[in-house]
């Protein structure tokens, strides 16, 4: 909320301090050799055609209407972006568009009550916010009915603004596309025209995940909620990975936020560093520390300017994806699981609507690969907090199954695991904590184990000369899965797995 308005603010919302909206949960989580794309743009203006490129300005002050660049009659908002990722449409894995907006209501007027500036419209506007035109490469305009993650117009939150956030999985449309490339079209996204407390702000964005086997195997995975942050931190914790035990880690993080004014310079963007044990301000050429969410669409240090309208200020929306400074691996670490991000705002609010993590990972999730799927996607959406994920259970690639339709049992997800074959040791389930490709590694962690009271042992899988450390191994998998449980409580055996092993 800006200055002018806060003291009024404060009176008619005591839990301004406080984060409201939906908590992010994992929406898609997949494990590949491969690369992503991001795309999107901005859908409100103070012009339907011409880009806005003034940074001095504050968004509230501005009447704002719909972009509208494809002289379509049957639209009546349209933005435009270009994607090029050279490469075919069967390599496509994953394809996500996301929209959102301030949407309070259709059209607001702005007049001066008393010396102070007073926003007013008829608190009315259409439910149906989830359904969009979507336009690819060589195409015509498709219908797209999204799920609605966050909608704060059926709830008593965020009552200045009203925004909402959608969804649509559009990965079978892109695998199916003659063109992959080129330029992609978004319309009829709803949002408030005219003006609004704390400016009207709108846009979309496409993320894509696709093969690549020249690169190394990463980690994807994306978030779905909607959160503001105002004055208190936010903290969004990565996990359910495993980084490679040598070698510099590559790691980039993806972000989608409304009303982040260019004028106002409190917002910051943190990742903890390991090595220091505090947060670590971000920041490119384009987005200061102190100025992180300022209505730009930027990849790393350059602005994206490949779209229509160009704008350098979106009003209010951005977008960004961000290779994380990782000098001699202070942030994330060889044999990493876990980082944190904090956002933070002093006084320019906003509102975080869509994360991505990616990072290098282990290539033990990809070994096997002549034998089995190159790619893992996890659904986490039947997992219990007492029952650890279906990760743990597929994290080496030797074991790997592809999701099943209808959900298994736990035990039936062990016992249907696909059997390795080790010689010289004895049939059974093994409970796996860690595997190495260095020798040197294998035997610190050994010694660790051991120092811990635990009976750890080791075997070379001759396949891949590899070190696999296990804690015990029965026939019977319901000593291992309870095994497992049992341990799973201490910090350093959060990501052990079981293998089936000469069946």
């Avoid at 995975?221 to 503001?228: A, H, I, L, P």
């Avoid at 994206?304 to 202070?330: Q, V």
């Avoid at 997992?383 to 049992?409: G, H, I, N, Q, R």
Wanted: glycine fraction near 4%.
């Amino acid at each position: 909320m800006k200055p002018t308005f806060l003291f009024l603010f404060l009176l008619i919302s005591p839990c301004l301090f406080s984060q409201e909206g939906l908590p992010f949960g994992v929406n898609q989580q997949l494990y590949l050799k491969g690369q992503s794309a991001l795309i999107g743009n901005h859908i409100l203006s103070t012009d339907a055609k011409k880009p806005f490129n003034e940074p001095n300005v504050i968004n509230d002050v501005l009447k704002l209407e719909y972009i509208d660049v494809d002289d379509d009659a049957n639209t009546f908002s349209s933005s435009e972006a270009n994607l090029n990722i050279s490469k075919t449409g069967s390599s496509i894995k994953y394809a996500a568009l996301y929209w959102s907006a301030v949407y309070k209501y259709d059209k607001g007027i702005r007049k001066e009550l008393n010396e102070q500036l007073v926003y007013r419209g008829n608190d009315k506007r259409s439910e149906d916010v989830n359904t969009v035109l979507f336009k690819m490469p060589q195409g015509s305009y498709l219908p797209i009915t999204g799920k609605v993650v966050f909608d704060s117009f059926q709830t008593k939150l965020f009552e200045d603004s009203k925004p909402y956030v959608c969804y649509a999985d559009v990965t079978t449309l892109l695998q199916n596309s003659n063109a992959v490339d080129g330029i992609y079209t978004v319309a009829n996204i709803k949002a408030t025209e005219g003006y609004v407390s704390g400016g009207a702000a709108g846009g979309w964005l496409l993320y894509v995940v696709y093969e690549d086997e020249n690169v190394l195997p990463k980690y994807f995975t994306t978030y779905n909620g909607f959160v503001e942050v105002n004055k208190k931190p936010v903290d969004i914790r990565f996990k359910d990975f495993k980084t490679n035990e040598v070698g510099t880690i590559e790691t980039s993080l993806l972000l989608a936020a409304l009303e982040g004014d260019q004028k106002y310079k409190t917002d910051i963007c943190a990742i903890f560093n390991t090595k220091t044990n505090v947060f670590q301000l971000l920041s490119t050429k384009h987005r200061p520390e102190k100025n992180f969410f300022n209505s730009t669409i930027t990849f790393d240090d350059e602005l994206y300017m490949d779209r229509n309208p160009n704008s350098t200020n979106t009003l209010g929306f951005d977008l960004l994806k961000l290779k994380i400074p990782n000098a001699d691996n202070a942030i994330i670490s060889n044999n990493s699981s876990e980082t944190t991000i904090q956002l933070t705002t002093k006084a320019d609010r906003f509102y975080l609507f869509f994360v991505a993590f990616e990072t290098e990972i282990s290539p033990i999730y990809l070994e096997g690969k002549t034998d089995v799927e190159s790619i893992l996607v996890v659904n986490t959406t039947d997992t219990t907090d007492d029952e650890p994920s279906a990760l743990v259970e597929t994290e080496v690639k030797e074991e790997m199954v592809k999701p099943k339709a209808k959900p298994k049992s736990h035990l039936e997800k062990i016992t249907s695991l696909k059997s390795i074959k080790i010689p010289d040791i004895p049939k059974g389930y093994y409970l796996v904590t860690n595997v190495y490709s260095v020798e040197e590694n294998a035997r610190k962690w050994l010694t660790f184990l051991k120092d811990k009271g635990h009976d750890a042992k080791s075997y070379i899988n001759p396949k891949n000369g590899w070190h696999y450390i296990y804690l015990k191994n029965d026939e019977d998998p319901n000593a291992i899965i309870a095994k497992r449980k049992e341990l799973s409580k201490l910090d350093y055996f959060k990501d052990i797995w079981i293998l089936k092993i000469n069946f």
